[in-house]
């Protein structure tokens, strides 16, 4: 059971990064995803979330409008599409799946603590 995160890097502030997320040994068909990020110092904090169904989603207020969270279950993949990058985005992006079969569509799990199953994280750098 593995999640892989890839797509971080060095961006200029306004510039843009599409963060993805492969599953492995499980199919994220039954799994709210969402992203989290966590910078020097800091504790880890929620970004975006979606239900298993893709149907509901759900982004952190200092992200709302610049990045968009959604997935491709065909593909298990989950991805982050994040605009307009801000050096307070600077940070280490971590994807994660909550195990949701029980749960309605649109369940959607915003605290680390619904999380079964955490990546390894992705660098992302904003600066000029």
């Known amino acids: 059971v593995q999640l892989v995160e890839a797509g971080g890097g060095l961006v200029q502030p306004g510039g843009s990064l599409r963060l993805s997320c492969a599953a492995s040994g499980f199919t994220l068909d039954y799994y709210a995803t969402g992203w989290f990020r966590q910078a020097p110092g800091k504790e880890r904090e929620f970004v975006a979330a979606?239900?298993?169904?893709?149907?509901?989603?759900s982004h952190a207020d200092s992200v709302k409008g610049r990045f968009t969270i959604s997935r491709d279950n065909a593909k298990n993949t989950v991805n982050l599409q994040m605009n307009s990058l801000k050096p307070e985005d600077t940070a280490v992006y971590y994807c994660?799946?909550?195990?949701?079969?029980?749960?309605?569509?649109?369940?959607?799990?915003?605290?680390?603590?619904?999380?079964?199953?955490w990546g390894q994280g992705t660098q992302v750098t904003v600066s000029s």
């Open positions: 979606i239900s298993r169904t893709g149907s509901t989603t």
């Open positions: 994660a799946a909550s195990y949701a079969y029980y749960s309605g569509g649109d369940y959607l799990a915003t605290q680390t603590k619904e999380y079964n199953y």
